[in-house]
T-cell receptor, first 113, second 116 residues
């Protein structure tokens, strides 16, 4: 069964600290994996995309990693800011099939001053 | 560019009432999608339109209908609303070039629907 599991469900950190969010998937055959950021009351916005051959990709203070062998991805946030408070959603795309996007339930991050 | 716009932002319906959620995009995207988002669950695909003139069912199509009015607009209709359809509805679009209709999706701000 194609699944995407994210952990933790929620996380509270102090401003300026780092954190890492996890995404494990069983989707196969794998095409790519995206991390989206969803601010409260808004739609998700893509942060980064990881393809099979990519191990690490950075977007400012956000760094995503992918281990296609173990089917794990992480999103590392450095020097957190209050504006990082949001839900982070992992979305995995399958190579074949009609409905081939699989969404995680997200990690709710709260950054406190 | 406004991106993806949705109307209304909020709606309260009584059980059995009907309504249409409107979505428009100004990015000249080929593909458009309707999702619902419920607490503790990931986004679930209701219907999608890979290109103008085509629509297909997603994971949870029951109780909904869609219309791809033109390349810009994709509407979602609830014919007889039920409390189980209380949710936040998101419209999205993507460039939808050949072989990658599931590329980066651009989401609208959402419609919060409550059915009593």
């Amino acid at each position: 069964k194609n699944q995407v599991e994210q952990s933790p469900q929620s996380l509270i950190i102090l401003e300026g600290k780092n954190c890492t969010l996890q995404c494990n998937y069983t989707v196969s055959p794998f095409s790519n994996l995206r991390w989206y950021k969803q601010d409260t009351g808004r739609g998700p916005v893509s942060l980064t995309i990881m393809t099979f051959s990519e191990n690490t990709k950075s977007n400012g203070r956000y760094t995503a990693t992918l281990d296609a062998d173990t089917k794990q991805s992480s999103l590392h946030i450095t020097a957190s800011q209050l504006s990082d408070s949001a839900s982070y959603i992992c979305v995995v795309r399958k190579q074949t099939g009609a409905n081939n996007l699989f969404f995680g339930t997200g990690t709710r991050l709260t950054v406190i001053p | 560019n406004a991106g993806v716009t949705q109307t209304p932002k909020f709606q309260v319906l009584k059980t059995g009432q009907s309504m249409t959620l409107q979505c428009a995009q100004d990015m000249n995207h080929n593909s458009m999608y309707w999702y619902r988002q419920d607490p503790g669950m990931g986004l679930r695909l209701i219907y999608y339109s890979a290109s103008e003139g085509t629509t297909d069912k997603g994971e949870v199509p029951n109780g909904y209908n869609v219309s791809r009015l033109n390349k810009r607009e994709f509407s979602l209709r609830l014919e007889s609303a039920a409390p189980s359809q209380t949710s936040v509805y998101f419209c999205a679009s993507s460039e939808g070039t050949s072989g990658s209709i599931w590329g980066e999706q651009y989401f609208g701000p959402g419609t919060r629907l409550t059915v009593t």
